[in-house]
């Protein structure tokens, strides 16, 4: 259940009886032949999944990241870190004042982890404030079932394929990971590197297995929710 179909009111007597909410931060960056807003996408997808067996309210998703480092890819838009991390902390602060006292913020993109140190100072100001932190892509339940398949996961390979984030058609095949340089390029040279956008690996795999990434990540946010 998303807060965009909900007024006011029914926020009211939702929060009577429950206090948890979802808030999904994303990016809008290249994904290769994916969506550019892959990062928002997936953990949507999985907040609403989890939003429909345990009723838990879904806020309207941040869907710009901090991707400095893909800007001269076309179609990319990002934030400063500490823009983002100021907006993520003014949502969390509004929701607390509201009732709001446990969240679970699902995050689709590695350039985002700056917020998280963030909350980790609002969690020790506000008072009763509980908060969960969950990139899927860096679950341990995510990586055994790659592991399994014996495939590697990428920014924008396979594991990225989801039938609602494929918008091109894909090439067949692997594509070689790239020697990078250094941790830290400027995005002239990350797009020299990166090329297509893919940092390497298969296109896609068996939509059986993104099922199973897509459940094993599932079960992790249901866990979550609970708070333990």
């Known amino acids: 259940m998303r807060i965009e179909e909900l007024n ?27 969506s550019l807003l892959s990062d928002v996408k997936i953990p949507l997808a999985l907040a609403d999944a989890a ?76 008072t009763g404030l509980k908060l969960n932190w969950y990139s899927w ?8 079932v790659a592991l399994r398949h014996e495939i590697k996961p990428n920014h924008a390979n396979w594991l990225e394929a989801f039938p609602f984030t494929i918008v091109a058609d894909l090439p067949e095949g692997e594509k070689v990971p790239p020697h990078v340089p250094s941790d830290i390029m400027d995005a002239q040279t990350a797009r020299e590197v990166y090329g297509d956008g893919s940092f390497g690996g298969r296109y896609r795999v068996p939509q059986e297995t993104m099922q199973e990434i897509f459940e094993a990540a599932l079960q992790d946010v249901l866990q979550l929710l609970k708070f333990e």
């Open 8 to 34: 006011w009111m029914d926020v009211e007597e939702y929060l009577k009886h429950d206090d948890r909410l979802m808030l999904v931060v994303g990016a809008c960056e290249q994904h290769g032949y994916l």
């Open 137 to 144: 892509w860096m679950a341990h339940s995510v990586e055994e």
């Open 51 to 126: 939003s429909k067996q345990t009723g838990v309210l879904v806020a309207p998703p941040i869907n710009f990241g901090s991707s400095p480092y893909f800007l001269t890819y076309p179609g990319t838009f990002s934030l400063r870190l500490s823009t983002l991390m100021d907006a993520v902390e003014d949502i969390l602060r509004s929701a607390y004042g509201q009732g709001f006292k446990r969240v679970l913020v699902l995050n689709g993109h590695g350039g985002n982890s700056g917020a998280r140190a963030r909350l980790t100072e609002l969690a020790n100001e506000l």
